[in-house]
């Protein structure tokens, strides 16, 4: 099928933000002596802020406040994020392909929308998108559908002829339960042979998704 609109997600796929996200993450658990926690990351990669929480609460020590880490960790990645963050590789070049060929463009992210809305601004590229879809306006966040299907609706398109550009793992199953066409951008980490398996496209970086819209969109 054809793709008639693009979804992107923004962290690690539009902005080179999760490894200062996770440097940050670490000097936090650092903080309370909690040792290389990668893979704690790695499983709040790309959820909303509840769903984080959630996590959160399950895995952390019973002597750690949570409340009191989530803030200092948000605190800090807000404080090193005010500053625009640099795009990632192909990011304009891609933008400017899907609007020379008038095919709509979203961007469905766990962060808050207001959170967003500023640091896309901030990069300069807000204005590039007809709608932001945030983690704060759906019930459910990644890995399910609801985010990517707020965004399609919000686009008043048919999911299954969305692609969906992602770069964590919890994200491309949020897109695949959603029907959409899915391409993982890996960032931090390469999908492993289960994450392979569900079957979506893997491509090396922005530039490439360019090719893979010509070749099929004909």
């Not at 990668?38 to 959820?47: A, C, D, K, V």
């Not at 951008?185 to 893997?202: E, F």
Request: contains cysteine.
């Amino acid at each position: 099928m054809k793709t008639s609109a693009v979804i992107f997600d923004m962290d690690g796929l539009l902005l080179d933000s999760e490894r200062i996200a996770l440097r940050v993450f670490q000097e936090i658990c650092d903080q309370y002596s909690l040792g290389d926690q990668f893979p704690l990351y790695m499983r709040i990669l790309g959820t909303n802020n509840t769903t984080t929480q959630t996590i959160l609460d399950t895995v952390l020590p019973a002597d750690i406040d949570r409340d009191e880490f989530r803030t200092r960790w948000t605190d800090r990645y807000t404080e090193e994020t005010r500053n625009p963050v640099p795009l990632m590789q192909g990011v304009l070049a891609l933008l400017d392909y899907l609007e020379s060929r008038n095919i709509p463009k979203a961007v469905a992210t766990s962060t808050d929308t207001d959170r967003a809305l500023d640091k896309l601004a901030n990069a300069d590229i807000a204005h590039r998108f007809t709608t932001i879809t945030g983690g704060d306006q759906i019930k459910h966040g990644k890995p399910a559908p609801d985010i990517y299907l707020k965004a399609a609706t919000s686009l008043q398109a048919d999911p299954l002829a969305c692609m969906a550009l992602e770069d964590s793992p919890n994200g491309v199953r949020a897109a695949l339960a959603a029907d959409m066409q899915v391409i993982q951008i890996p960032d931090l980490l390469q999908p492993d042979a289960q994450l392979r398996s569900l079957g979506h496209t893997v491509l090396t970086d922005l530039d490439a998704v360019i090719e893979h819209i010509a070749q099929h969109n004909g």
